[in-house]
């Protein structure tokens, strides 16, 4: 767009030049279609390929990215909280100790918590 509004902008400047003007003419015509591409760089409705259009799409999908990456972090941490239940409550068969079924289940519910979290309003916590 800067290219084509500074090659409309150049070729104004011959116009100050003592040309026929039928040339003038057809400078004019081409800095009126540079003018229009420009224009239609900025903003094209009809398609949605224009910069303010373009614009808006990046920042939803930007917003969206953000959404989905906190749920992911959720998830993760939930996970790891659910694997090292599962890790202590085998300890905890293994050892028969007492102590390690509360740590377990303690973690479980973390992680649960935090799945829950994850799958309901992922941006409610910034980890």
Do not use: C
């Amino acid at each position: 767009m800067t290219t084509i509004r500074t090659a409309a902008e150049t070729a104004s400047l011959t116009l100050l030049n003592d040309l026929p003007a039928a040339t003038k003419e057809a400078i004019q015509k081409q800095i009126d279609a540079w003018n229009a591409t420009a224009a239609r760089y900025e903003s094209e409705p009809q398609t949605g390929e224009g910069r303010k259009e373009l614009t808006e799409r990046a920042l939803k999908a930007e917003a969206e990215r953000d959404h989905e990456l906190a749920a992911y972090h959720l998830f993760e941490i939930g996970s790891a909280a659910s694997q090292l239940a599962i890790v202590l409550a085998s300890a905890a068969i293994i050892t028969g100790a007492t102590f390690l079924v509360y740590m377990a289940g303690g973690l479980g519910i973390v992680g649960a918590g935090f799945g829950v979290i994850a799958w309901l309003a992922p941006t409610m916590l910034h980890l």
